[in-house]
């Protein structure tokens, strides 16, 4: 399977827990987008990387929530003193360069549930 | 700043029958539009897309998409729905092809 992958798919903490989250992209895509989707909702961008280049973030993205991509390939994400308003599905995207930039590739995400 | 309304929530309508799904963006600037689904239980696949051009698009299966400028609309239809195209569709926009908003999804449930 060449599909985005996400790991892990599920967790579980404890409010105040720090977590991480990553996302493997299709491997020849240079774009990587994470969203985070609540129940009922649309996925809501967070961060965007060209490369590992991080080079749009929402101002959804507190100071918890930090993403890397510090090779150009896998990325991750962390959230540090997590709160149970936290609890989502995180997904991560993947799109390639030229002329099929704004086709995004979704992973299945990383459902967080915090305590 | 831009975002998706997507009016319907729940669409329910029996096989064989024409549906529509409607999607409304509001932005000052020209944008790229989007349909994903999301079967149940898979993650979210591309259906259709518009970037520039004629401003009907279509999908593989049926689907089909009318970006209409002066409403700003990016509606979604299929004229005869199946079982299989039970799922939850969301509408997205994208003016730099960077940050892309999503609506809040319409779950389409076909009924035998």
């Known amino acids: 399977d060449t599909g985005v992958s996400q790991d892990p798919r599920h967790k579980i903490t404890k409010r105040g827990q720090n977590v991480t989250f990553r996302c493997d992209p299709i491997s020849e895509h240079n774009r990587l987008y994470w969203y985070r989707q609540t129940l009922g909702q649309g996925p809501e961008f967070l961060t965007y990387?060209?490369?590992?280049?991080?080079?749009?973030k929402s101002r959804l993205l507190s100071d918890r929530f930090s993403a890397e991509r510090p090779k150009g390939s896998f990325s991750t994400l962390e959230i540090q003193r997590t709160e149970q308003g936290d609890s989502a599905m995180y997904l991560c995207?993947?799109?390639?360069?030229?002329?099929?930039?704004?086709?995004?590739?979704f992973g299945p995400g990383t459902r967080l549930l915090v305590l | 700043a831009q975002s998706v309304t997507q009016l319907d929530s729940q669409v329910p309508v029996f096989e064989e029958a024409p549906v529509e799904l409607r999607c409304n963006y509001s932005s000052s600037v020209s944008v790229y539009l989007f349909w994903y689904v999301q079967y149940p239980n898979q993650g979210l696949q591309l259906l259709l897309k518009?970037?520039?051009?004629?401003?009907l698009v279509e999908s593989i299966n049926g689907f089909e998409a009318e970006f209409n400028k002066s409403q700003t609309s990016f509606h979604l239809r299929k004229p005869s729905v199946h079982i299989s195209d039970t799922a939850e569709y969301f509408c997205?926009?994208?003016?730099?092809?960077?940050?892309?908003?999503f609506g809040t999804g319409t779950s389409l449930t076909v009924i035998p």
């Open positions: 995207a993947s799109s390639p360069s030229g002329a099929n930039q704004e086709t995004q590739y």
């Open positions: 518009y970037l520039s051009g004629s401003t």
């Open positions: 997205a926009v994208s003016h730099t092809g960077n940050q892309f908003y």
């Open positions: 990387f060209q490369n590992e280049a991080q080079l749009e």
